[in-house]
């Protein structure tokens, strides 16, 4: 069993920085996909960005180019660099971990953290 846990949320002004980390513990190897989801208020659960264990990435066209995504594989650690952060990016960010077959897709990951909470205020 894998289980996750995400730290580094907080409050930050519109236009600064944030990171986030996720720490990955288990029996298991590391995942071969980790990702990075966030949720509103009244809003599904969307996509942010994902890692493979070789180090490719794929971003939301909504944080691309502001956000980066990386992970320690030897430290079984996911991070997420959050830069120029507007309020529309203000959610309850959760980590995630799945198989090869992981998308952009909440039902293809298998383990989730509880999520941290980043707000930005204006």
């Known amino acids: 069993q894998v289980q996750l846990v995400e730290s580094g949320g907080g409050l930050v002004q519109a236009g600064g920085s944030l990171s986030l980390s996720c720490a990955a513990s288990?029996?298991?190897?590391?995942?071969?996909?980790m990702g990075w989801f966030r949720q509103a208020p009244g809003k599904e659960r969307e996509f942010v960005a994902n890692i493979r264990r070789s180090g490719s990435t794929y971003y939301a066209d909504s944080v691309k180019g502001r956000f980066t995504i990386s992970r320690d594989n030897a430290k079984n650690i996911l991070y997420l660099q959050m830069n120029s952060l507007k309020p529309e990016d203000m959610a309850n960010y959760y980590c995630?971990?799945?198989?090869?077959?992981?998308?952009?897709?909440?039902?293809?990951?298998?383990?989730w953290g509880r999520g941290t909470q980043v707000t930005v205020s204006s």
């Open positions: 288990g029996r298991t190897l590391n995942s071969p996909v």
């Open positions: 995630a971990a799945g198989g090869s077959l992981a998308t952009t897709r909440v039902g293809f990951y298998d383990y």
